[in-house]
């Protein structure tokens, strides 16, 4: 944890070196917002009318689709050719009326890669990440705000453990696919807004449900659910593949003995850290970091509040011009009821706490539509 404190503590460093560096926004008697300026007047609607924001919707987005592709031709080291295809769709509408803000943001990527031996294209990455939070103006910087989350995922993960063979496909077991698992979320609390581009929400009490409406995933209890008890019987070979090849290669057959609990239930306290600025002139940076605490029985029967669920995402954009674009992400996870796979795929491979990052770099085209009323 000490890494993730020093994490921490150089995100928050940087996020108030960027807002003391800044533009401000300044909150009128009657709920409108005026631009600051460092070292200038707050403009007035007189001055700058287009520097007040007006009350109505404000909708827009960018969507991307990042291409990667690697071949190799009389290659003496040895190497797979391999093309991959990620497209990532980013949406908000948010509508703001007197002193309130009602801010709503969805995240929706989906990613595929086809590597040369395997016929099929297999998923690399999926994300729905969607979130509306209402908001009341208490004074300049601070909301009061109701938030509610939904994330999931798009189409199935399969397990595949066996060694590819070339023009072959696998039957892999389904271990995860939509609302398996869906984790939504709904709290209230106060949302602080000391610029225009950080918020910092804080929920004291915050409800947290995990469903998992697959009977296999929620047997295996991969998600924070308590799980059941799965069995292997016999194998699942390839489709289409000669009987000889299932003695080497094979999956296991995944069979269901006794069922684990579909649903958990979570309360307790929440905190959200969102920032969204440009660093230099075509240099964007995204995070957003969020703890919770449960303050309830966790799967193991423990009520350990202290110890955190964490998630964090870090996106930095680098813009070449109006339609192309290249982004780096990255992403943590951390939840203490939650076994990871250590060593994967090695001769010591075993499962225990872990922290799951997943890192992405991609160039490709882009488009921005809306961002206005």
Not at 109 to 126: C, H, N, P, Q
Not at 359 to 372: E, H, I, P, R, S
Request: aromatic residues 16%.
């Amino acid at each position: 944890m000490q890494k993730f404190n020093l994490i921490l503590f150089v995100m928050l460093f940087l996020s108030f070196s960027l807002n003391a560096q800044g533009n401000g926004w300044k909150t009128n008697s009657d709920g409108t917002k005026q631009k600051v300026v460092e070292g200038k007047k707050a403009t007035t609607p007189e001055d700058d009318p287009a520097a007040v924001i007006p009350d109505g919707w404000k909708k827009g987005g960018e969507g991307i689709i990042n291409f990667s592709n690697t071949s190799f031709g009389d290659w003496t080291s040895g190497a797979l050719n391999s093309t991959a295809v990620t497209g990532n769709l980013a949406l908000f509408a948010d509508y703001k009326m007197g002193k309130w803000l009602w801010e709503n943001d969805g995240r929706f990527t989906m990613g595929f890669i086809s590597t040369e031996g395997v016929r099929d294209w297999r998923k690399a990455d999926d994300v729905i990440d969607i979130d509306s939070k209402l908001g009341y103006q208490i004074n300049d910087k601070l909301y009061w705000s109701t938030l509610a989350t939904f994330d999931s995922q798009f189409a199935p993960t399969r397990y595949y453990t066996a060694d590819t063979i070339a023009t072959y496909d696998y039957d892999a077991p389904v271990v995860s696919r939509f609302a398996a698992p869906a984790i939504f979320t709904l709290g209230t609390g106060f949302d602080y807004k000391p610029t225009d581009f950080i918020s910092i929400y804080f929920s004291p009490l915050t409800f947290k449900g995990i469903y998992v409406g697959d009977p296999l995933a929620a047997a295996f209890g991969t998600f924070g659910n308590v799980g059941g008890d799965v069995d292997t019987i016999g194998t699942l070979g390839m489709i289409n593949g000669p009987a000889d090849t299932l003695t080497n290669n094979r999956f296991k057959e995944f069979v269901v003995k006794e069922e684990g609990t579909a649903f958990k239930p979570e309360l307790g306290a929440k905190f959200i850290m969102g920032i969204k600025r440009d660093i230099i002139k075509n240099i964007s940076w995204t995070s957003n970091l969020e703890l919770f605490s449960n303050y309830l029985e966790n799967k193991f029967g423990d009520v350990k509040p202290q110890n955190l669920d964490v998630s964090w995402v870090n996106n930095f954009g680098f813009t070449v011009n109006r339609f192309i674009k290249a982004s780096f992400e990255t992403t943590l996870l951390y939840d203490d009821e939650i076994d990871v796979v250590k060593n994967r795929g090695k001769s010591d491979e075993y499962v225990g706490k872990g922290l799951q990052n997943k890192t992405f770099f991609g160039v490709g085209f882009t488009y921005k539509f809306g961002g206005g009323q």
